[in-house]
């Protein structure tokens, strides 16, 4: 395809995919190892096994969750898409909406998935139940994307219906299609592509490559082929590259955007982190919920202006008294 006409594709899109044969998943390794972005949607025919043991491997794979299940629930009791912990940059739009209809797309069926830390993945969007809808993961140089909600109307979902999923379906490619283009700006767990040594250097054989971080240190590596790829820099932080004596380039890792997401805690995940920390009271119960504290706090500006009060009538209470007693 060296002299081929049609651009190479931007984003891959797995919609509701039972299982790939082994050179597709090597093409598709490969693709998004290079910068491409994949967009994998669940649905009914998705085969489980295969997709755990081939394409999640134990979080050494592109697959950013284990599958679990497929659960169901009465259409009476449905969730559907919690447009307020939208966490994804690319679904920011849809949050401040004031006419948007994402949230009435319900499911009764839907993946229930596991997103293990280990993985490197992370939520990008929830359903109202509080189980995952898109999860989020970089691997090499691209980007992954899971939805584990189908994008028609399998399961009776509602999602095509709204007036959004035009734009949703555009915003989510749109995000998958710049992940080659990101530059020196790497999501976390992401990798950094230099496509190139200077030309300077390039008679000189191997090329070394130095990585300079937040805390002051740097590391070194030898680049013998190009282009070269730095995996997983660290964590989020403005950092340096230099190829050989050259230049050195700023290279921004941002930040995971779900840890912005200031939603309070369902009490399945306050039980789930009190049983992961070991944190429990004094006769063995979890942690209680914000609605249930019963010492609730008292700010020291109050105590202040209560000795201020407290001082003043004291000191009227003394006057009194020596006027009192100059008097007799």
Known sequence: HLFSAVPRPRVVVLADVPRLTEPQ?????????????????????????????????????????????????????????????????????????????????????????????????SVAALLTNGDPWLISKGHGLGHVLLSTLPMDASWGGRLPKTWEFPVLVHELLLALAEARGSGFNVRLGEGLRLPHAPAALQPLGPVPVTLFRPDGGAVTRTA??????????????????????????PVVVHADPGESDLTPASAAERRQLAELMNLHGAEGTALPADGNRSDEPLDLWQLFIAGVVVLLCCEVWLTRRLVLARGR
């Open 25 to 121: 998943r090597a093409g598709l390794n490969r693709f998004v190892e290079g910068g491409g972005g994949l967009l994998v949607v669940l649905g009914p025919r998705v085969d489980r096994e295969a997709y755990n043991e081939q394409l999640f491997r134990d979080g050494r794979g592109w697959l950013p969750a284990r599958l679990e299940k497929v659960e169901s629930v009465k259409p009476e009791a449905a969730p559907s898409l919690d447009v307020q912990r939208f966490l994804h940059p690319a679904l920011e739009l849809f949050k401040d909406e004031p006419r948007c209809t994402l949230g009435q797309a319900a499911y009764p069926q839907w993946w229930k998935v596991q997103v293990p830390t280990s993985a490197q993945g």
């Open 224 to 249: 013998s082929a190009w282009p070269f790829v730095w995996h997983r820099l660290g964590p989020p932080g403005l950092y340096a590259v230099q190829v050989g004596n050259g230049p050195r380039w």
